[in-house]
C-alpha cells in the first residue's frame, strides 16, 4: 500500500504537479443484496450487475419504460462485493492520494437504506489502515495526522467531536475555501486513537429509526483527515517543504419518499432537509458536468458550499452510488443512477499542496525585502537580473499599449478622410447630377443594353421609365385616353399624339430598343443582369440598388484626369470662373475643364466625362455656376438656357403638367444678363464659393494625405464661410438629430403635398433618407428648395422645369398621371390576392368600382406620418424599389433649386423624376 501512495505522489508530481491536472470524477456504483426484511415481504431485485462497468434494469421491457435499462459507470459492485473490493477497486487510488499531498473525497450517495453508511464505514477505516500503513513505511518523512468531523443536520453544522450540540459558523476564508468556525480537530496519536474518534462520532451522529431503515443517518457527515508530511532530511533546513492534504469521508443522508419511509414529525422535518440539499447537490452536480457556465448554485445548501471545493475544485473526488435492489425503489434507484451519470460529466483540477516552511517563508519574504530595497536605492536601474526581465515586461507593455494608441488614432484618421470623402463626394456628385443633366453625357447605349436584358430584377425601373411618361405627358396634345387605341400608344403612349415633327427623332432610338419587349408600356430603368441600377451618372458610385458597378467600356483614358495640372492651374481656373461669377457674360472658355485639374481621385470629373456622346452640343456662353462646375471636361458643352433662378421671374408656360422632383442643373439655367435678385442666389453663390474651397481641398488633399483631418476641418470651416455652414453640420448628439430629422421630415412632407411633387420622388426620398446622421445635408437641401418652390408658387410664379415651365397646376396634373400609372402597375405587379389585400388595407370595397383608382388616389394624399409610410411602401413595390444604396441618396445631390434630374438618351429627353 506504502507502495501505492508513493507511486501515485510521483505519478502526479509527473503528470503536473502543483500545476493540477484535470480529471473526471470517479464513480463507482454499489448495488447492495436484497435484506432480509425486504425478502421476508417477497420484494423482487430488479437490478443486476452485467459485468464491472454495467449495471441492468431487468423489467424495462415488461413496463415498456422509456428510461434506459443499462449504465455504465467507472466501475460496478454487485451485492455480493465486499466493501473492501469497493474500496480496493475504487476508493483506494482516490483515498490515497492524500499522502502525496493531494486532497481527495469519497462521498456515498443514494436513498435511505441504499448502503452508504455501511459502505463509507468500511471505506474509511480501510482507508484510514492504509494510510497508517503508508505512514509506517516512510519513515524518512514526519507526518502530522488532524482529525476532524462535522455533520449538518437541518441545516446546522455541528462539530461531531464535541458533545454540546452547538451549531457551527460557516465561513469563506479566500485562501482557505469555505471553512467551519471554531471547529475542533483533534492530532492523531495513532491508529487506536483515530478509532476512538470514529466511535465518538459515530456515536454523535444524529440517527433515527424510519420504516425503511432502523439506524437511518438524518444528517450528512463529513469525516477529514489532514495530512501534512516534510521529509525529515530537511525538516530543520530553511528549503524545507511540507506537502499538506486532507481527504473527506462523505455519508450523505439518504433520500427518502415520506410516503415509503412513514416518516412522520420530526422525521418528516428531517427528511425534507435532507431532500433539500440533496437536491441542491444533484442542481450543482448538473451545472458542474455541463461546464460550469454560468452561475453554480453553491450557497443554497451547507452541504454545497461545504463540498464545493471537492466538487470542483483542488480535489481528487469518487462518489459512490449506492442503490436498493428493490422493484419498490426502482424510481429512486434510477435518480441515484441519473445523479451518477451526471457526476461522471464533472471534472475537478487536484493539485500537490506543497507548504513552505515558516523558515523557508521567512527566507524567501527576507530576499523579496532586498530587492526592494535595492530597487529603492536605485528607482532607475534595475537592481538584479531578474529585475532586467520586469523591465522588459514594463517596456513591452508600453509598446504595446503605444500601438493601441497608433491603430486607434489611424482608424481616427480613416474616419475623418473618409467623412471628408463622403462630404466631397456629396457636393461633387451634385454637381455630376447637375452635369448630367445639362450635358446629356452618359453612356446611354449601355444604358439601354442593361435594361433590355431583365425586366424582372429592375428595381426602380418603372420610375425611371414612368417618368419618361411624365415628361412627355408635358405635351399638351397628349390625351390618355387616346393613347389607349393608338398603335405607337402601346409602346409609349406619351409620344403618341405627339407632333411627329417634334417627337419622331426622340422617339426613334427608344422604339428600335425596345421594340422586341413585350411589356413595353412602362418600361423600366437599365438594370444590368445583378440588378444594378445602370445610372451612369454616378461613375465610380454608379447608382445601384445592391452594388455600385464601374460603368461598362467607359474610356479610362479620357476618363483620366490629368495628373501634370499644378496647384496654380487650378487656383487659376477658380479665379476665372470667379471672375465668371462677376461677369454672368463670360464666354465659355471660362469653364473649369477637369481633365487639366491635377484631382487623380476626382470622381466628380472623370465619372461623367464621356465625350464621344457630346460632340453635337453646341458651346454657349455659361452662367457663373456653371462655370464653376469642376466636372465639365473640354468639348462637353452644350447649349445652355438661361438659368431661371429668379421666383419672381415670369416665364411663358405651354400647359404641360410636370411632377416635380428632385433638382437638376439644367433649371440654373437662365438668361446670363439676368441679375441676381433673391436671396436664393446668394446661396447658389455661396455654394460656388464651397465648391472653389472644395476643389481647393481635393487637391490639397491628394498632396497631403496624411492631413486628411486637418482638410476636413479647414474645408468645413470653408464651408462655413461660405455661408454653407448650416448644411454641413453635422447633429449633435443621435437623439437631438433625431427629433431634427423628424421635424424636417415632416416639414418636407408638408412641402411635397403642397407643391404637387412627384410621388416617386417623395416614394424614393422617404425610403432612402431614414434619419441617418448623414442624410442632414440631403434633408436641409430638399427642405430649401421645396421652401423656395412653394414661395415660388404662392407669388403665382412658375418654376423652369428643363425647357418647360412648371406650375402648381401643371404639377399636380403630373401627379395625377403618375396616379394612372399606379394602377395600371398595379395591375402588372401585384397578384389579385396581393391587390384584394391592398384594398382591404386601404378599405376599399371589394366590389367597388375602379378600386385601383381609389387606392392609386389615396396613396401620399395626406401629410399623415403613418400614412406616408404605407404609401411609400406601396408605392415601392408597384415601382420595385427597394431603397437601398448609399449611391442613390447621392443622386439627390446638392441642389438649391427646384429641378429635375433629366437625362438624355441621344435626342430623347428622359426624366427620372
Ligand atoms: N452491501 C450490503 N451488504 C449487506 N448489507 C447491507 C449492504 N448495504 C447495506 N446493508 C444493510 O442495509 C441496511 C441499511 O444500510 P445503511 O444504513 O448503510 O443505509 P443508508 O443508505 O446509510 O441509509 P440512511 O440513508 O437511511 O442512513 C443496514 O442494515 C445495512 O447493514
Redesign the pocket.
Known amino acids: 500500500m506504502g507502495a501505492v501512495a508513493g507511486e501515485e505522489l510521483v505519478k502526479w508530481e509527473k503528470m503536473g504537479g502543483v500545476g493540477g491536472h484535470e480529471e473526471k470524477i470517479l464513480v463507482l456504483v ?1 448495488l ?2 436484497l ?1 432480509e426484511k425486504e425478502i421476508a415481504v417477497n420484494e423482487v431485485a430488479d437490478w443486476e450487475c452485467i459485468n464491472d462497468t454495467t449495471i441492468l434494469y431487468r423489467n424495462t421491457l415488461r413496463e415498456g419504460s422509456t428510461f434506459p435499462s443499462a449504465y455504465t459507470f467507472d466501475r460496478v459492485f454487485r ?1 455480493d462485493c465486499s466493501t473492501k473490493q469497493v474500496y480496493e477497486e475504487g476508493a483506494k487510488e482516490i483515498a490515497l492520494s492524500v499522502v502525496g499531498g493531494i486532497n481527495s473525497s469519497i462521498f456515498a450517495y ?1 436513498q ?8 463509507m464505514v468500511g471505506i474509511t477505516e480501510y482507508a484510514v489502515a492504509d494510510i497508517f500503513d503508508y505512514i509506517n513505511k516512510h519513515e524518512e518523512r514526519a507526518f502530522v495526522l488532524k482529525f476532524s468531523a462535522i455533520e449538518i443536520y437541518n441545516e446546522i453544522i455541528r462539530d461531531l467531536l464535541r458533545t454540546e450540540n452547538t451549531s457551527l459558523r460557516l465561513r469563506d476564508d479566500p485562501e482557505r475555501g469555505p471553512l467551519v468556525e471554531k471547529l475542533t480537530e483533534e492530532t492523531l496519536r495513532d491508529r487506536v486513537h483515530l478509532k476512538e474518534l470514529l466511535s465518538f462520532c459515530e456515536a454523535q451522529r444524529q440517527v433515527g429509526e ?1 420504516y ?6 438524518r444528517s450528512h457527515q463529513i469525516i477529514r483527515l489532514t495530512i501534512e508530511s516534510s521529509a525529515r532530511e530537511f525538516m530543520d533546513k530553511s528549503n524545507s517543504t511540507t506537502l499538506a492534504a486532507s481527504v473527506n469521508f462523505v ?1 450523505l ?2 433520500s427518502e419518499r415520506a410516503s415509503q419511509a412513514l416518516s412522520a414529525g420530526s422525521r418528516l422535518k428531517e427528511g425534507c432537509h435532507i431532500n433539500r440539499s440533496l437536491l441542491t447537490l444533484g442542481t450543482v452536480i448538473r451545472k458542474l458536468s455541463k461546464g460550469r457556465q454560468g452561475h453554480i448554485n453553491y450557497r443554497d445548501s451547507k452541504l454545497t458550499r461545504i463540498l464545493q471545493p471537492f466538487l470542483g475544485g483542488n480535489s481528487r473526488t469518487a462518489i459512490i452510488c ?1 442503490l436498493s435492489p428493490t422493484r419498490s425503489h426502482v424510481e429512486q434507484t434510477r435518480n441515484t443512477l441519473l445523479f451518477a451519470c451526471c457526476a461522471k460529466q464533472v471534472t475537478t483540477k487536484a493539485q500537490v499542496n506543497v507548504v513552505m516552511s515558516d523558515k523557508a517563508l521567512v527566507k524567501q519574504l527576507q530576499k523579496e525585502v532586498t530587492r526592494l530595497e535595492s530597487e529603492l536605492r536605485n528607482p532607475g536601474l534595475p537592481a538584479t537580473n531578474c529585475d532586467y526581465a520586469a523591465v522588459l515586461r514594463k517596456k513591452n507593455l508600453q509598446i504595446e499599449k503605444m500601438e493601441r494608441e497608433i491603430r486607434e488614432l489611424v482608424k481616427q484618421r480613416d474616419l475623418a478622410q473618409s467623412r471628408v470623402e463622403d462630404l466631397l463626394r456629396m457636393v461633387g456628385n451634385d454637381q455630376k447630377s447637375r452635369k448630367t443633366g445639362i450635358d446629356n453625357c452618359f453612356n446611354m447605349q449601355e444604358m439601354t443594353d442593361t435594361w433590355e436584358d431583365d425586366d424582372s430584377i429592375s428595381e426602380s425601373s418603372s420610375i425611371y421609365r414612368s417618368d419618361l411618361r411624365i415628361t412627355e405627358f408635358n405635351n399638351p396634345n397628349y390625351n390618355n385616353e387616346d393613347s389607349e387605341s393608338s398603335p405607337d400608344s402601346k409602346l409609349f403612349p406619351p409620344f403618341a399624339n405627339k407632333n411627329p415633327d417634334e417627337y419622331c427623332k426622340e422617339v426613334q432610338s427608344l422604339e428600335l430598343e425596345e421594340s422586341s419587349r413585350d411589356d413595353l408600356e412602362y418600361p423600366d430603368p437599365p438594370v444590368s443582369e445583378n440588378g444594378v441600377l445602370a445610372l451612369p451618372w454616378y461613375g465610380e458610385e454608379n447608382v445601384t440598388i445592391q452594388e455600385i458597378p464601374t460603368p461598362v467600356n467607359e474610356d479610362r483614358e479620357e476618363r483620366q484626369i490629368q495628373d501634370n495640372a499644378t496647384s496654380s492651374v487650378l487656383e487659376q481656373r477658380l479665379d476665372d470662373a470667379q471672375l465668371s461669377n462677376d461677369s454672368p457674360l463670360a464666354s465659355s472658355a471660362t469653364v473649369l475643364n477637369c481633365r487639366n485639374l491635377k484631382l487623380t481621385r476626382s470622381w466628380s470629373c472623370r465619372e461623367y466625362y464621356t465625350p464621344d456622346k457630346t460632340e453635337e452640343m453646341e458651346r454657349t456662353p455659361l452662367n457663373s455656376f456653371e462655370k464653376f462646375f469642376p466636372g465639365r471636361p473640354d468639348g462637353l458643352q452644350r447649349k445652355f438656357l438661361p438659368l431661371t433662378y429668379d421666383a419672381s421671374t415670369k416665364l411663358s408656360t405651354n400647359g404641360s403638367p410636370s411632377s416635380i422632383g428632385s433638382p437638376s442643373m439644367d433649371e440654373l439655367r437662365t438668361n446670363n444678363s439676368r441679375t441676381y435678385a433673391n436671396e436664393d442666389i446668394t446661396s447658389v453663390q455661396t455654394f460656388v464659393a464651397g465648391m472653389k474651397e472644395m476643389v481647393k481641398l481635393e487637391y490639397e488633399k491628394q498632396l497631403v494625405d496624411d492631413q486628411v483631418q486637418m482638410n476636413y476641418f479647414k474645408f468645413e470651416k470653408n464651408m462655413k464661410d461660405a455661408g454653407v455652414d448650416s448644411m454641413l453640420e453635422v447633429p449633435g448628439s443621435p437623439v437631438e438629430w433625431s427629433m431634427q430629422f423628424k421635424l424636417q421630415q415632416r416639414e418636407i412632407v408638408e412641402l411635397w403635398q403642397t407643391c404637387n411633387v412627384s410621388l416617386f420622388h417623395r416614394t424614393y426620398f422617404f425610403l432612402l433618407f431614414r434619419g441617418d446622421p448623414t442624410d442632414s445635408i440631403y434633408m436641409e437641401v430638399e427642405h430649401r428648395r421645396l421652401s423656395f418652390l412653394k414661395e415660388t408658387f404662392a407669388g403665382g410664379n412658375q418654376s423652369l422645369n428643363d425647357d418647360q415651365t412648371v406650375t402648381l397646376a401643371s404639377s399636380a396634373k403630373g401627379v395625377r398621371h403618375e396616379r394612372d400609372m399606379l394602377v395600371k402597375l398595379m395591375q402588372r405587379r401585384l397578384s389579385e390576392e396581393e391587390r384584394k389585400n391592398l384594398f382591404r388595407k386601404w378599405s376599399i370595397a371589394l366590389d367597388s368600382k375602379r378600386r385601383r383608382k381609389q387606392l392609386a388616389n389615396r396613396l401620399w394624399s395626406n401629410a399623415d406620418m403613418n400614412h406616408v409610410a404605407e404609401s411609400a411602401a406601396v408605392v415601392a413595390k408597384l415601382v420595385r424599389f427597394t431603397g437601398q444604396g448609399k449611391a442613390l441618396k447621392e443622386m439627390f445631390g446638392l441642389s438649391f433649386t427646384p429641378q429635375r434630374m433629366s437625362y438624355s438618351w441621344r435626342s430623347t429627353r428622359v426624366s427620372l423624376f
Do not use: E
Open positions: 454499489r447492495r443484496p435484506s451485492g443514494g435511505t437504506s441504499s448502503g452508504k453508511t455501511y459502505t424510519t425503511l431503515n432502523d439506524k437511518s443517518s455519508d443522508a439518504g449506492t
